[in-house]
């Protein structure tokens, strides 16, 4: 009960239902570099190439789509319960925004 709390707490606190794709492309990426990090303290170099993609295409930062820092990090700490309540669907929606950055010519 309290773990389905917290969840849908998490939910609820997600900046935007739908973050503009840049946002939630880095967020993901920068969640996985995370991930690798914590769990082999290593991260495969074509991440970071994946992460810089993705940065370049957030608006400039006083762009009126621009993002506030507060909700960048609303939408980064929304990560870990994205991937609770549909594993499946968080690993596709990485994996779409991993394939366009590369699509996109991220990788050297």
Known sequence: MIATALLLSALVASPDPEPPRAELCLAHVEAMIAEAQRETGMVAGPSWFVRSWWMARLPEEK??????EEQRQAL????????????????????SCVDEAIEGGALP
Do not use: F, G, I, N
Request: aromatic share 8%; proline share 8%; net charge negative.
């Open 63 to 68: 762009a009126p789509e621009a993002w506030s």
């Open 76 to 95: 980064a700490a929304s990560m870990p319960a994205r991937k609770t309540a549909d594993a499946e669907a968080y690993r596709a929606e990485l994996q």
